[in-house]
């Protein structure tokens, strides 16, 4: 560690010296090529540890232990007890609560006010909503006639049953709440599952298993194997006895995601990339929208598929919006997530900065006006300055493309341009998330109306809640998650006609 950084505490520093193996089975066990990759602080660019490469053979026995453990002792638990794993998973994530912070900041570089927030309440909170959810899985009566049957002849109805054996692949740009919206509903329908986290960060999946047992989750229900995506990850995706998978990550490996499915017609849920489009118009409250704005955009340093990183603001407040978002980006401190003045992390890894670079300046030489940031600054870690610009046009390259880094690109509009604004929002393959600004609800029902993404906030961007589904429109992805329908995502529908 940087010695004038905060040090992490000794769980933490005890849990990174590990040689670190596949949690498979409920137990530890050594990758069965031998291989091993490094794991690096984006916020030092220093190693920290080490994680095993799994690959097909490390997915075959993590596959067969979870297909052990669905027909096995899982099964044997009530929904009340599914219920009672998933609260108690939640009180461990509390009382483990500083470690997965510092844990989720190494390995993540997200800054310690949203690690605090995520750690403290998004994942508890998202557990202990499933919680509830498996004493309400009901099938339904049907009053159905089979074989010209007689009311009274035979009794109809359905069975919700878990689906079996889940292929969960999450991505790094936020490690520990990804595990979460993949681990809790599948644990909630009865599902066992192979977690195969990002590469770049393994740690809190790790870390998570342990804490799964710990919680009364039998052996073999919760499995991870670490590794790349192109060895464990599409082992995973395509193995015949796998019967859902489960996948955050691009559009582009949503892709490859589908064609490896096809194998056994597995089942597939995708949450994948966007392009979020934030709508202002005059009347707009500027003291929550400025701020908003910047956050829609700067979260998680841009490397969020909800970002809103395409702005459009009406002309008469458009240059008062521009200042007072560059100002914030400006004033931003920037800094390692284990400093507690830090608000503004690094990117992932060396390669994310530099392709994020390649935009910022695609978006220099196709015209557009640089405001503020678009540099590295000169200091350890992956940082890229927040970066904004204006006078943007749709078919600039920084406006068409997802980034997954910090540059928000705005564009003016007039009174009439309503229609305009609201295709330009559509004109792209994602459909993810939006949000509108306006005091006038009649106008802003009228852009809800009219964007297609799967959700659309008013008045703030990103407004996610567990009981709230959420996924994408287009190539933004299939299914939900969150909610009931996240639920339903794992369970399967058997119909049941019984005669006398």
Not at 217 to 243: S, W
Not at 384 to 393: G, H, L, S
Not at 413 to 424: P, T
Not at 428 to 455: E, F
Request: net charge neutral.
């Amino acid at each position: 560690m940087n010695p004038a950084l905060p040090s992490p505490g000794a769980a933490a520093q005890a849990f990174l010296a590990r040689a670190h193996g596949h949690f498979i089975g409920g137990r530890w066990v050594a990758p069965l090529a031998g291989e091993r990759f490094d794991v690096f602080d984006p916020g030092t660019g220093l190693k920290i540890s080490t994680a095993a490469a799994g690959d097909a053979q490390d997915i075959d026995a993590a596959v067969a232990a979870a297909r052990a453990a669905f027909t096995g002792p899982w099964a044997k638990f009530t929904a009340a007890e599914r219920g009672k794993v998933l609260w108690k998973l939640a009180d461990l994530v509390e009382r483990h609560a500083q470690e997965l912070i510092e844990l989720e900041i190494l390995d993540n570089g997200l800054p310690l006010p949203v690690a605090q927030y995520v750690v403290h309440h998004v994942v508890p909170d998202f557990f202990r909503y499933y919680a509830g959810w498996p004493t309400k899985i009901e099938g339904a009566t049907i009053p159905a006639a089979p074989q010209g049957r007689r009311p009274g002849e035979v009794l109809s109805f359905t069975l919700r049953e878990p689906l079996g054996v889940v292929g969960a692949i999450t991505p790094w740009n936020a490690p520990l709440p990804m595990l979460m919206v993949k681990l809790a509903p599948a644990l909630a329908a009865g599902c066992t599952l192979v977690l195969k986290p990002a590469e770049l960060t393994p740690l809190t999946a790790l870390r998570m298993a342990e804490l799964c047992a710990e919680a009364g989750v039998p052996d073999g229900v919760v499995n991870v194997v670490t590794g790349l995506g192109e060895t464990a990850g599409a082992a995973l995706a395509a193995h015949p006895r796998v019967d859902k998978i489960a996948f955050t990550g691009s559009t582009e490996v949503g892709r490859l995601i589908v064609k490896a499915a096809v194998g056994n017609l597995k089942k597939v849920s995708l949450e994948l990339g966007g392009k979020s489009p934030v709508i202002v118009f005059a009347d707009a409250a500027l003291e929550q929208v400025i701020p908003g704005a910047a956050r829609a955009c700067f979260f998680l340093q841009g490397q969020n598929c909800m970002a809103g990183t395409r702005l459009y603001v009406h002309e008469k407040v458009h240059d008062q919006v521009v200042a007072g978002v560059a100002n914030i980006a400006r004033s931003m401190q920037m800094g390692h997530g284990l400093d507690p003045a830090s608000q503004f992390g690094p990117l992932i890894s060396t390669e994310q900065r530099e392709r994020v670079r390649g935009f910022v300046e695609a978006g220099r030489r196709e015209g557009g006006e640089l405001v503020c940031g678009g540099g590295v600054p000169s200091r350890p870690g992956y940082f890229f300055e927040p970066t904004v610009f204006a006078r943007m046009r749709p078919d600039m390259t920084p406006v068409k493309s997802e980034i997954f880094g910090p540059v928000l690109c705005v564009q003016a509009f007039g009174d009439q341009d309503l229609e305009r604004v609201a295709a330009e929002a559509n004109d792209t393959i994602y459909g993810l998330s939006g949000s509108v600004w306006t005091r006038d609800i009649g106008l802003a029902m009228q852009m809800v109306r009219r964007i297609d993404s799967g959700q659309v906030s008013v008045n703030m961007h990103a407004a996610l809640d567990p009981a709230m589904p959420f996924g994408g429109n287009k190539q933004s992805g299939w299914g939900r998650e969150f909610g009931k329908e996240g639920l339903d995502s794992y369970l399967k529908t058997k119909g049941v006609s019984v005669a006398w």
